[in-house]
């Protein structure tokens, strides 16, 4: 009978087994496994600058994972790995009595079963899905060998903050390679896969750190490591990275820029095939532009009235209630790079006592209170005045004390680019990629100001103009008549006059009448045409005189390009950012080539380019960028400050002959920065600060004179205007402009408002 009772069984099982087995997964492509892999990208170095997928995922092989690393696996999920056939029949027993006997399982599978359930099968725990398991099982054991099992297991495990596999938990946890992990990092992180949230070392240090422990005695008990190793690895203290923490290198806008290309290519499978992108940037460039111009807004806003507290929340009396709060608080106000929020404890005129979300004390006392004074103030207004639950920012000084600041609204953006290809060196599109996603770089359409005129400079030199002409610094006015709308009287920024002067001091000293009066010379549609060659849009700047001023329409990016053709000796160069393109396997998919600097890319003539930066050095050296070759100390440096009327947007255009580089600083919706603020004083501390880091090593370099060009009296001339020859003064000192209509183009009726609206602004 019980012979019988016992066949039956067996033969009910064998009948579920061969009619479950035809419908197992297809598990031939495991022997290729393929998992999903983020979009990566790279600096040109090769440093992860960017990482776009659902899955945090780096594809390791086996061979190339630590021995320490798998034993410490092996040790807490599976020691006999090696040994057993795939099911641990005992641990399959005391699962089915646990889950039986409505109890908590003890969790018995194998690596080879959680590789079955993690890849094909669902987690819930019932008695079909675990047959199917172990099916799945025996599959795997019979077509995979170990290695290939174990492979699948560490990269495919997912272990908390979105990483899948060890190598991807390696970097989001300790910021390191899985080459370079060590014992006690190894057993940190296999303590991982049970409970990824339960143990991650950032949001719960303490169980993660009571895990390890267990985990390396079970590495010792097993034999993979010695009694002294484990006793270094107990006391070892783990770096383990904060929550916050983002890439060393920012460059967001530039990944999110790389995301946008590849998906306009691949489509989803952007996210989920593995493409490693390797862009032009240079990551020590990058990370100097993003620094610079951080610091260049911060020390802005240090100028700038206190708008008070982000926050006021409620502190309980009790410390734990209070603590509470605090966390839910700052978790909703987050650190912004180095401007850190904190909940005030304390606030009177001499001292602010907070507290960080880290449980560090900040205490704000002397200069590191000057910045929000007014609000200290017992006459403070209730939504300025700081007091105890007030969410405020701090920074840290060079001293190493605490300053209060607050998150600015101002704007600004930053690009340099090698003018000898066009590839992309740095691009940081704004203050914070989390607080605003806009590129300015490559978006933000604004009025460039003065920093436009050396195009205008540059027509004029195909127009008999040259550097010595000497023309009149006076006033001019346009009648209502000239303009088709209301008189026009333009000024010079400082409202001053200084009466007749070379074109070369002119341009240094960024003479507004001065650039009238060429522009007239060359014809607003003749100037109009030319700075086409330079990439400008001629629709963006209107065949009118306001343009010899620079109220058209530009973006940063475009005044890179523009500002290359001076650099490079003529030729136009187009922005590029990525070089190639790779599978997860390292095969090429795309590859992008430098382009050649000929013919068929020259936009103006080596001359016009050679004495254009002779005109722009003179900037840099004695006029109102004069602060750059002083604070670096080099001669071949070039640019042309900007700040349109009042003082909307602030420019610096300048360069090197290996790097162009444009700064911006404006708000979003344009409005005055300030009285005092203007491109040599906002923009260029900017610019000097990231050529410091940028030209470290790059040696003084002196661009050679074309043919064509002679130098006479010490100007330098197109040969054909040398003196002698051609124009030598622009402008009488008591001429009137009423009664010549002719150098304003007139507009049409339905163009006088806009030519109106330009004389506005």
Known sequence: ?????????????????????????????????????????????????????????????????????????????????????????????????????????????????????????????????????????????????????????????????????????????????????????????????????????????????????????????????????????????????????????????VAETVRQLMFAQYGPETYTRGLNVYTTLNAADQTAAYQALRRGIMNYERRQVYRGPEKFVSLPGTPAEAEDVIDETLAEHPDNGDVMSAVVLDANTKKITAIRQNGEMVEITGEGLKPAQSGLSDKAAANIRIRRGAVIRVVRTPKSSWEITQLPEVEGAFVAIDPRSGAIKALVGGFDFEKNKFNHVTQAWRQPGSSFKPFIYSAALEHGVTPATIINDGPLFFSAGVTGGQPW???????????????????????????????????????????????????????????????????????????????????????????????????????????????????????????????????????TAARAQATLKRPDLYGKTGTTNDSMDTWFAGYQPTLAAITWVGYDTPRKLGDRETGGGLSLPIWIEFMATALKTTPIMEVPVPEGVVNSGGEWYFTNYAPGSGISTLGSANESTDNQPQVIPLPPADEKRKILDLFKN
């Open 489 to 623: 009287e333009p000024k010079n920024y400082d409202g001053k006059f200084e009466g007749p002067m070379s074109m070369r001091h002119a341009l240094a000293k960024s003479k507004n009448m001065v650039s009238i009066r060429i522009l007239q010379t060359v014809g607003a549609q003749n100037a109009q045409e030319w700075i086409t060659r330079f990439g400008f849009d001629a629709e963006k700047h209107p065949a009118y005189l306001t343009m010899a001023l620079g109220a058209g329409s530009v973006t940063p990016m475009q005044m890179a390009t523009a500002y290359s053709v001076f650099a490079n000796g003529g030729y136009r160069v187009n922005p590029w950012l990525i070089t190639k393109v790779t599978d997860q396997k390292g095969k090429l998919l795309a590859e992008t080539k430098a382009p050649a600097l000929d013919d068929s890319v020259r936009a103006i003539d080596e001359r016009n380019a050679f004495v254009m930066s002779s005109l722009l050095q003179e900037v840099a050296r004695s006029g």
């Open 1 to 253: 009978m019980l012979v019988a009772g016992a066949t039956s069984v067996l033969l009910i099982l064998a009948i579920a087994l061969a009619t479950a087995y035809p419908n197992l997964p297809d598990i031939s492509d495991m022997s290729d496994y393929r998992p999903k892999l983020p979009l990566r990208v790279f600096s040109a170095e090769g440093v992860l600058i960017g990482e776009f997928g659902e899955e945090r995922r780096h594809l390791t092989p086996i061979q190339d994972i630590p021995k320490v690393m798998k034993e410490a696996v092996l040790a807490i999920e599976d020691a006999r790995f090696y040994q057993h056939g795939g099911v641990d029949y005992i641990g399959v027993a005391r699962a089915a009595l646990a889950n039986l006997g409505r109890i908590k399982s003890q969790g018995a599978s194998t690596i080879t079963m959680q590789v079955a359930r993690n890849v094909y099968l669902s987690s819930e725990k019932t008695y079909t899905r675990k047959i199917y398991e172990i099916l799945l099982t025996f599959k795997l054991e019979h077509l995979l060998t170990k290695d290939q099992i174990l492979e699948i297991y560490m990269n495919q495990i997912f272990l908390g903050n979105r990483a899948y596999g060890f190598a991807a938990a390696s970097e989001a946890y300790f910021g390191k390679p899985l080459k370079d992990i060590s014992v006690a990092e190894a057993a940190m992180l296999a303590g991982l896969p049970k409970a990824p949230s339960a143990y991650n070392p950032i949001s719960n240090p303490k169980r993660a750190k009571s895990r390890q422990l267990y985990i390396i005695d079970r590495m010792l008990e097993n034999g993979f490591i010695t009694a002294s190793q484990a006793d270094v690895a107990k006391r070892e203290e783990l770096k383990v990275k904060n929550g916050s923490s983002t890439a060393a290198v920012h460059a967001e806008f």
